[in-house]
């Protein structure tokens, strides 16, 4: 008998009948023998909604406000899906962050989950009933309710089942698991049994949405069994693990994962002298931009070009505040562009096979792509292109580095 | 400068719009120097929203979930009428029941308020912010969420008054104050300028729904003054207030009430014995089914006729636990019906005019109108009548009484 924290997303959520579902789901699983406990997300639609009504009393509404409306989006799903579950004879009871003490800190619409009381849920799991906790919130310490940001049900999952010492943390979703890359993009892109920790964290943050990037880490440094499953597909979906438990399928390269919503921002003509690069990224970071790409090549005539990559969204405020920074260092100019997309091949293998980024440029410069920027850490490698080449270059390397069948399959 | 508590209700928060018109009107009068606190009901039409939500993944909901899930309403417009106040440069902030410690015992659906935290709310009230605090909601001792039932938020409102020694309560609803009888039914019904607590208990409990009877006794016991007034529409409404305080418009009558869902549920023929109201009786209460006029007639032949009321809602129910009762009586039969309505003349001048009762049963007399029960109370005086008559009954009344013109107008 296992314990395991099941997570339920929007979708999965996203009417009384699929609601319904979900309790079919758990009365199963539950009836198998394994004690459950469950975290779901607001109904789709619901957060959206919410945040419409706020822009529509204010421009700028307040961000305690804020947290304390969005919140009842999963307080909602709580009570639906708790009262699914007694409606099937299955023994359960809604929590929302408060009433479970998930305490956070007191960052507004971003907080971070310090502690979570499990007296109660362990004593609910232990006598057979099923505590059905709401995802994305927790209160802070003067007891204002707070909210994770947008995908924090996940953070919320794994942080339940670190609390509670559970065997597995489920995440369903309307994915049946991780992908070598979007199918949207490569049809042939396959689902991949295993994926250690190290590599999802790179495919979320480059743009794989799967899952949010902090329930990855959270799960990692707790080692808790992280698996994506499909809320409407039977399957063994994903399982994230530690890299020595993922030896049955050793290929090198486990995904290529692009993100379409980087903007790339140049200062050309810099004189060549320390403290550049904090000159210009100072005050970008203290207006809480961040900064993903950072590339600064060794000059030849006592000046060089400084680039690095925002989101979109930032770009605008980025050039803003550049603008000034640059023509105070002397530097010849600045621009953006933003027809641009990041592509990145990620892998553990990459450790042990040194030769992965000269094939990746050598399939790109056979397709004549030209490479902006290129960046690599020990498990990526990632290159900025022109977008209209994405597909082009996803499918190409997709195909060159053999993903398209597992090396072995299980 | 004043303390008062204002309550807005659904219709009065139900758009982003009429929010921001809430917002107005509270900005204006803590402009003018007042002190203001506010509960607000859910936005109109998202309580049953919810419930249908409810219905829809169970036949008959969990009620400590329902009131989780329903809670939810009032949490949402609060945040926003919040929002709206600070987008207009008003200091405010939120509060769900939780946060300022709205303790209510465990009747899920319909608790009872038992004491409020008025620590936070004071100092907000002192230090000029808005406190605007979820209607209808509370917690009891395990931190469960409870509610209070339908019209809870008026009860809510009084109970904070009581709490804060407001100077007075306003309530802010779709009407501009009690009327001598429904307009809907006699157009020359009047705004009456002052009521007492005891005759709006009598119009409310008879169903001139403007408050919930139970925030009426709550402002009568502890004293405070209790007002009317329309959301849309400026006016001074109408003060509930203390017998010695209604003074300026002495009327004998101050209205007409009346209730269409009504039933009379009838026992024929039962053996004139001692104990045959509590054995007909004893089943309905213990079924939970309230019972509202009861009237047993003497006997002529050692036999009698016993009826009562019940809510048309409970009248089938009320029948299936009363005919075995009656058959054990040795009673004739039982019948019920439900087309009927109860008028009921209220005034506190009634119990120095003895003349009343009799006046009221010579105009329905000469209208030709059958009586089928009579039941008086020193300030009451209700008759249940067929309910095709209810036009007639109530115009010719307001006419007698005296109704159309104030006595003595303000």
Known sequence: MALWVQKYGGTSMGSPERIGHVADKI??????GHQIAVVVSAMSGETNRLLALAHEVSHRP???EL???I??????????????????????????????AVRTDQARGRARILSIDTERLAADCH???VPVVAGFQGVDEDGNITTLGRGGSDTSAVALATALKADECQIYTDVDGVYTTDPRVEPRARRLATVTFEEMLEMASLGSKVLQIRSVEFAGKYHIPLRVLSSFKDGPGTLITLEEHKMMEDAVIS?????????QLTVTGVPDKPGI?????GPIGAA?????????????????DFTFTVAQTDCERSMEIVEPVAKRLGAKGTHAVTDIVKVSVVGVGMRSHPGIAAKVFEVLAREGINIRMISTSEIKISVVIEDKYLELAVRSLHKALGLETPANPR
Chains 1, 2 share one sequence.
Do not use: H, W
């Open 67 to 69: 947290d304390q409306m």
């Open 288 to 304: 809480n931009i961040e900064v993903d790409m950072i590339v600064q090549n060794v000059s030849s005539d006592g000046s060089t």
């Open 27 to 32: 009365a199963t699983t539950r009836a198998a």
């Open 255 to 263: 995904g290529i994962a692009f993100d379409r919503n980087e903007a």
């Open 62 to 64: 307040d961000l305690r």
């Open 277 to 281: 690069a904090a000159a210009i990224l």
């Open 127 to 129: 006598a057979g009933t």
């Open 71 to 100: 919140a009842t989006g999963e307080q909602v799903s709580i009570a639906l899906l708790a009262m699914a579950l007694k409606e099937r004879g299955v023994p359960a009871r809604s929590y929302i962050g408060s009433q479970v």
